[in-house]
């Protein structure tokens, strides 16, 4: 294949060596003219992940952003003809960095055409965020929110050009009531810095904000929730970072702040929780009844304890054992092609992701003429005891779990995998909790049941007519053990719901997946072998 002509080629000097540097729409790259050993010092980055292009004066301070940096010996001729590129580095482990070389060109001429031809390409890469409101939670994780964003992000920001209007938050919700008054047309995206919990409130603001512009009402299950414009950005300072760990494929500030930076963009699917008519809560990644429920209650009481209360609240559920008796109703999905038991997982360009967005429209119209008693009908029902019942709209990978609760989970294609976990013995369920820490499948096991479905309701055994508040399941914790049933306490009471670790307060609830309504500043998980590609193509 013919490759295009170049825009630019000139013999520039790079740490005191001569090199061949070439500009082509999509690539930039530069090679010794002297071949070294190996061929080490050949460099290829495509123009998308260039971050900057600034121009160096005399004295070694960048005209742009007035970065002092030091130059390399040569003439004073020469060295008041530099620019220096800052371009994505990638390194193991889906991490990015940023990289920089300073190019010295023979006369002024000759270096402001390489700075303009470099900036108009970057200019057209019209994905890029210009302005961006920033939401920073001082108090989750570790509490280094702020100097998170201050040392390892804003410095990148400046850099690319960005201004970030930053917001500390104050107090719960401060982050999404914020969103529902503010003119969000002066923004090209909105940045969370803070855990999952930070991440859902901006999530939360933004969608109801667009529902509200719209006039739609999200109290209503059956509604066509309208996408949302503006795109998030995640900087993980939480405890857990799983939506960041499950898109990107690293819990690394640098990672997610140069992927904000080169304007990625990646759809994901949000469901919407309701509780008799009333809109309760929206998750984008674990909703999950049960063991995950229980375990959430425990670790609220146990704050103080950090990062590790989930780890202790886990292992004090996990001797509980309880078991909870319901009632689960579900869609099956029928117009995807994956399935919860597919060995690959959806990576950055995913097929089935991307036919599904060219579904979504085609599918929308058809269910403006699909009965309700159609719809019905095609429902399953399953009864049963349950020691948890979890809906991931992703894998929900994170470091402690790599593969996540549905490896195979997509980030677009408009489901919900459905895993029911049947009363079983500890062991068993051991053996289901080990298997995501390891490559062994953890739907392989007779008690577990895995759906792709597009919506669920649930309804516990014990029910009271208004639904009131859950009982503190806490205080049950290490309750009696069933006579009947040695190896599990099943204790007559309901558990809660966990979505995007908090708390709902509402056991029976009815759950519909909404394809693509969020947009995040990444691009998915590259897979392994792109990843190699792309790192070869780097160093020649």
């Known amino acids: 294949m013919e490759l295009p002509p170049p825009l630019l080629f000139s013999r520039l000097l790079v740490n005191n060596q001569p090199f061949e540097v070439t500009l082509t729409e999509s690539v930039f790259s530069w090679q010794p003219m002297c071949r070294r050993k190996g061929g080490g010092g050949s460099r290829s980055v495509p123009v998308c992940e260039i971050v900057a292009v600034h121009e160096i004066e005399d004295d070694g301070i960048s005209k742009e952003n007035g970065r002092w940096q ?15 590129v800052y371009y994505v580095q990638r390194s193991k482990g889906h991490h990015w960095g940023c990289s920089e070389v300073t190019f010295i060109c023979s006369d002024h001429l000759l270096c402001n055409q390489w700075v303009q031809a470099l900036k108009e390409l970057l200019d057209l890469q019209a994905m890029r965020p210009k302005h961006l409101i920033v939401f920073i939670n001082p108090l989750g994780g570790k509490r280094l929110g702020k100097q998170i964003y201050e040392d390892k992000v804003a410095p990148l920001f400046r850099l690319a050009c960005i201004s970030a209007e930053v917001i500390v938050t104050e107090r719960a919700n401060h982050a999404r009531d914020h969103l529902l008054e503010a003119d969000l047309e002066k923004y090209d995206g909105i940045v969370s810095v803070g855990g999952d919990g930070m991440f859902s409130e901006v999530v939360h603001g933004l969608i109801s904000r667009t529902q509200m512009d719209s006039g739609v009402d999200e109290n209503y ?54 509780h008799k008519n009333m809109f309760l809560k929206y998750s984008v990644s674990l909703l999950g009844y049960g063991f995950y429920g229980d375990t959430l209650i425990d670790s609220e009481k146990n704050r103080w304890m950090g990062p590790s209360r989930y780890d202790f609240s886990g292992f004090k559920t996990f001797l509980s054992h309880h078991c909870y008796e319901g009632t689960i109703s579900y869609l099956p ?180 997946v909404h394809c693509q309504l969020l947009r995040l500043f990444v691009r998915g998980i590259e897979e392994l072998t792109v990843q190699k590609d792309v790192a070869n193509s780097y160093v020649v």
């Open 221 to 274: 299950p059956r509604a066509e929730l309208v996408p949302c414009d503006l795109r998030i950005g995640i900087i993980p300072a939480g405890s857990t970072d799983c939506i960041c760990y499950a898109t990107v494929g690293a819990n690394d500030p640098m990672t997610s702040a140069l992927h904000i930076i080169v304007g990625d963009s990646q759809p994901i699917d949000v469901s919407s929780v309701h």
């Open 70 to 84: 030091k130059m390399p010996s040569f003439s004073t001729e020469l060295t008041s003809h530099a620019f220096t």
């Open 333 to 512: 999905a029928t117009e995807t092609t994956g399935s919860p038991r597919d060995t690959s997982p959806c990576t950055a360009g995913c097929h089935i992701c991307r036919f599904s967005g060219q579904q979504l429209r085609l599918s929308q119209r058809e269910r403006k003429f699909k009965s309700l008693d159609e719809e019905q009908r095609q429902w399953k029902v399953i009864k049963g005891k349950f020691l948890a019942i979890n809906s991931a709209n992703m894998s929900c990978a994170c470091p402690k779990s790599p593969k996540g609760l549905s490896p195979a989970a997509h980030l677009a294609d408009g489901t919900i995998d459905l895993i029911l976990v049947r009363k079983c013995s500890r062991l068993g369920f051991l053996r289901h909790l080990i298997r995501h820490t390891n490559s062994d499948d953890q739907f392989d096991l007779a008690f577990v049941e895995v759906n792709r479905v597009t919506k669920f309701k649930f309804t516990p055994k014990y029910c009271d007519e208004e639904d009131s508040d859950i009982q503190d399941v806490s205080k049950n914790l290490f309750g009696q053990i069933c006579r009947n049933h040695s190896s599990c306490s099943c204790a007559q009471f309901q558990s809660s719901w966990n979505c995007d670790g908090e708390i709902i307060k509402h056991a029976a609830i009815e759950v519909r």
